[in-house]
């Protein structure tokens, strides 16, 4: 092996490299902000500071733009729309027919099916819409069969990870490792390559999660799972001597602590007075709130006020005549990347005069334990949060068959629309077309979001809430880093290190041990980053040792893929964290077995089939 000294610029991309990853952990700094500064750094840098090697400038700062117009990050751009068409017409529908069927009859095989079902869909699309398709379905089955809803969803999501390890197009971190290896003038892989070492190591996973993995999980209860704080609508009649008689608005929201909240004064059928603090309430008006039985009760005490229902001013509220809410129900909604809801508050959204629904609680799906305070409308919502509503079946069903968000209400039904067919038809053509090599990935998946859009499967406005900016700006700045690890020599210097480290072990446990660097990596930062940064790598270490780099670009894949342990490792991970009532100890019970099983499984196979 020929030394290798690094150089400054090699030394300042291997900097660079550690501080993007530090940054991708950072909840609080958008990872899209955090990918554009890497990325500035970098073409800043080579711009300013040429890298040049005897008079020749080797590295040009364009080079690094180039992974705008990667081939692979065009096909997953294209995938992701393509998978929102599939989700919005409901192509899935029939499938969530006989899962939920089979949930009612046999729960154990009906899990068994569920597992299997999600695993085989992830082959050949986004694990995003699987999940937010069989969720509401298991929650509601879960309720009826009195399965614990947490020994379900936890192992849906991993094995729609399983699932999506076994196809080029499963993930985009597949997609961008074959890429990235053929940019690189490596082997260039087929679709169905490598499912066969992925079915038998999955099948062995998948049974884990079957059979294993319910009995690890607590019972836990779904955060919003408590359908007790209703809101009632109601009319507080103010009576002759009563507190409130006489006094002025701002006094009678004092006596309440602040807490009640006021929508509406009538005075007589056609006389309606404004919210003034000032306004005097007079013996005979009707102060219309909203708020929980137990306060409104306390209200009507502490004003000397007479409670009414709000559809009956006849009778007052006591027990016989209790507050009615009549068709409301609860749901709730899990906020997804690309909804409506996503990054922004109910108030800008316009949620309650949108879809007819009011808020009523949230959950924090990155702090679960911390106490939201403040108006609920203000907050900042982000991916994972879970919001409880109350509304109208019927504005319910509105928001759910919108498609743009995950409804969770104990039912089955699900936006079913006349395209669905020709959807599934369109998206069996771009995996066909890729499966049989007629044309590249890249190519069928343009074509496929193509037809799409013009048979009406998919709109312009959904298509371009299924562009994730962050998983963009990721992927481009990770290729940068790639780029420039290769051209600096670092990626040779790192691999040479690495089997060095190593040289007193054989071929197949040093594949081991670089599977295993990648699993602890993609755990903590982006899978994408943690594939396109190890590719490189893999390759140098491949021909440091004289062997054949396949093994070592799949090792990569696997392990970037294995996002298992931490609810942040996988963007399914954090919705299941939060619908789930999930606890971060969860996520180590069930995902450390299940990596140890398929870090020994591919460690084992790997070596045998490529012979090392």
Same mark, same amino acid.
């Given at each position: 092996?020929?030394?290798?000294?690094?150089?400054?610029?090699?030394?300042?991309?291997?900097?660079?490299?550690?501080?993007?990853?530090?940054?991708?952990?950072?909840?609080?700094?958008?990872?899209?902000?955090?990918?554009?500064?890497?990325?500035?750094?970098?073409?800043?840098?080579?711009?300013?500071?040429?890298?040049?090697?005897?008079?020749?400038?080797?590295?040009?700062?364009?080079?690094?733009?180039?992974?705008?117009?990667?081939?692979?990050?065009?096909?997953?751009?294209?995938?992701?729309?393509?998978?929102?068409?599939?989700?919005?017409?409901?192509?899935?529908?029939?499938?969530?027919?006989?899962?939920?069927?089979?949930?009612?009859?046999?729960?154990?095989?009906?899990?068994?099916?569920?597992?299997?079902?999600?695993?085989?869909?992830?082959?050949?699309?986004?694990?995003?819409?699987?999940?937010?398709?069989?969720?509401?379905?298991?929650?509601?089955?879960?309720?009826?069969?009195?399965?614990?809803?947490?020994?379900?969803? &936890?192992?849906?999501? %991993? $094995?729609?990870?399983? +699932?999506? /390890?076994?196809?080029?197009?499963?993930?985009? =971190?597949?997609? @961008? !490792?074959?890429?990235?290896?053929?940019?690189?003038?490596?082997?260039?892989?087929?679709?169905?390559?490598?499912?066969?070492?992925?079915?038998?190591?999955?099948?062995?996973?998948?049974?884990?999660?079957?059979?294993?993995?319910?009995?690890?999980?607590?019972?836990?209860?779904?955060?919003?799972?408590?359908?007790?704080?209703?809101?009632?609508?109601?009319?507080?009649?103010?009576?002759?001597?009563?507190?409130?008689?006489?006094?002025? &608005?701002?006094?009678? %929201? $004092?006596?309440?602590? +602040?807490? /009640?909240?006021?929508?509406?004064?009538?005075? =007589?059928?056609? @006389? !309606?007075?404004?919210?003034?603090?000032?306004?005097?309430?007079?013996?005979?008006?009707?102060?219309?709130?909203?708020?929980?039985?137990?306060?409104?009760?306390?209200?009507?005490?502490?004003?000397?006020?007479?409670?009414?229902?709000?559809?009956?001013?006849?009778?007052?509220?006591?027990?016989?005549?209790?507050?009615?809410?009549?068709?409301?129900?609860?749901?709730?909604?899990?906020?997804?990347?690309?909804?409506?809801?996503?990054?922004?508050?109910?108030?800008? $959204?316009?949620?309650?005069?949108?879809?007819?629904?009011?808020?009523?609680?949230?959950?924090?799906?990155?702090?679960?334990?911390?106490?939201?305070?403040?108006?609920?409308?203000?907050?900042?919502?982000?991916?994972?949060?879970?919001?409880?509503?109350?509304?109208?079946?019927?504005?319910?069903?509105?928001?759910?068959?919108?498609?743009?968000?995950?409804?969770?209400?104990?039912?089955?039904?699900?936006?079913?629309?006349?395209?669905?067919?020709?959807?599934?038809?369109?998206?069996?053509?771009?995996?066909?077309?890729?499966?049989?090599?007629?044309?590249?990935?890249?190519?069928?998946?343009?074509?496929?979001?193509?037809?799409?859009?013009?048979?009406?499967?998919?709109?312009?406005?959904?298509?371009?809430?299924?562009?994730?900016?962050?998983?963009?700006?990721?992927?481009?700045?990770?290729?940068?880093?790639?780029?420039?690890?290769?051209?600096?020599?670092?990626?040779?210097?790192?691999?040479?290190?690495?089997?060095?480290?190593?040289?007193?072990?054989?071929?197949?446990?040093?594949?081991?041990?670089?599977?295993?660097?990648?699993?602890?990596?993609?755990?903590?930062?982006?899978?994408?980053?943690?594939?396109?940064?190890?590719?490189?790598?893999?390759?140098?270490?491949?021909?440091?040792?004289?062997?054949?780099?396949?093994?070592?670009?799949?090792?990569?894949?696997?392990?970037?893929?294995?996002?298992?342990?931490?609810?942040?490792?996988?963007?399914?991970?954090?919705?299941?964290?939060?619908?789930?009532?999930?606890?971060?100890?969860?996520?180590?019970?069930?995902?450390?077995?299940?990596?140890?099983?398929?870090?020994?499984?591919?460690?084992?196979?790997?070596?045998?089939?490529?012979?090392?």
């Amino acid at each position: 092996m020929q030394p290798i000294t690094p150089d400054a610029h090699g030394i300042a991309v291997l900097i660079l490299t550690v501080l993007a990853l530090f940054l991708f952990t950072r909840d609080r700094i958008p990872l899209e902000s955090s990918s554009l500064v890497i990325l500035i750094i970098l073409v800043a840098g080579f711009e300013l500071v040429p890298y040049e090697r005897d008079g020749e400038t080797i590295l040009h700062a364009r080079d690094f733009f180039a992974g705008f117009g990667n081939e692979a990050l065009v096909a997953i751009c294209a995938l992701m729309m393509v998978g929102k068409a599939l989700e919005t017409t409901g192509a899935l529908q029939p499938l969530a027919n006989v899962v939920g069927r089979a949930w009612r009859t046999r729960p154990v095989l009906a899990l068994l099916t569920t597992l299997v079902a999600g695993a085989i869909l992830s082959a050949f699309m986004n694990n995003t819409p699987i999940v937010v398709l069989l969720m509401p379905i298991l929650v509601g089955a879960s309720l009826r069969s009195k399965f614990p809803v947490s020994g379900v969803l &936890l192992p849906m999501g %991993l $094995a729609t990870i399983v +699932g999506g /390890m076994s196809t080029t197009i499963g993930t985009s =971190t597949n997609l @961008l !490792v074959v890429g990235i290896s053929q940019d690189l003038g490596m082997h260039e892989f087929t679709m169905f390559e490598w499912v066969l070492p992925v079915a038998i190591v999955g099948g062995v996973g998948v049974l884990f999660l079957w059979l294993v993995a319910p009995r690890l999980l607590p019972d836990r209860t779904p955060p919003m799972g408590d359908t007790t704080p209703r809101v009632f609508s109601a009319q507080l009649h103010v009576k002759e001597g009563g507190f409130a008689a006489g006094k002025a &608005l701002s006094e009678i %929201l $004092a006596k309440a602590d +602040g807490q /009640m909240r006021v929508d509406k004064i009538q005075r =007589t059928e056609s @006389l !309606v007075l404004a919210k003034l603090p000032s306004v005097k309430i007079q013996p005979g008006d009707r102060l219309f709130v909203k708020d929980s039985p137990e306060n409104l009760k306390h209200y009507e005490q502490l004003l000397g006020a007479t409670l009414f229902n709000i559809s009956d001013i006849e009778h007052p509220v006591d027990e016989e005549t209790p507050l009615k809410a009549e068709g409301q129900q609860l749901a709730e909604v899990v906020v997804t990347r690309g909804s409506p809801l996503h990054l922004r508050s109910l108030a800008a $959204a316009r949620f309650s005069s949108s879809y007819g629904l009011m808020p009523l609680a949230l959950h924090r799906a990155r702090a679960p334990s911390s106490q939201v305070t403040g108006d609920l409308n203000m907050i900042r919502l982000r991916a994972g949060d879970v919001l409880l509503v109350q509304g109208s079946g019927e504005a319910i069903s509105g928001l759910k068959d919108s498609g743009s968000m995950l409804v969770l209400d104990g039912t089955t039904d699900l936006p079913h629309t006349h395209n669905a067919k020709r959807a599934l038809a369109i998206m069996g053509f771009v995996v066909l077309a890729a499966a049989l090599g007629i044309v590249p990935i890249s190519v069928s998946a343009v074509v496929g979001l193509g037809l799409m859009i013009a048979t009406g499967c998919l709109g312009w406005r959904d298509a371009a809430t299924a562009l994730s900016i962050p998983v963009v700006m990721i992927i481009v700045t990770a290729l940068a880093l790639g780029k420039a690890l290769m051209g600096t020599g670092m990626a040779d210097y790192l691999a040479i290190s690495f089997v060095g480290a190593a040289s007193g072990l054989p071929t197949p446990m040093i594949l081991s041990a670089f599977m295993l660097l990648m699993t602890v990596m993609t755990n903590v930062v982006s899978n994408n980053a943690a594939a396109v940064i190890g590719t490189p790598i893999a390759v140098s270490i491949a021909q440091q040792l004289g062997v054949t780099p396949e093994p070592f670009i799949l090792a990569v894949l696997f392990g970037a893929n294995m996002s298992f342990a931490t609810p942040f490792g996988y963007q399914t991970n954090l919705l299941i964290l939060s619908a789930g009532g999930y606890k971060f100890s969860d996520f180590l019970r069930v995902g450390i077995p299940l990596t140890i099983i398929m870090w020994v499984g591919f460690s084992l196979i790997l070596p045998t089939l490529y012979q090392l």
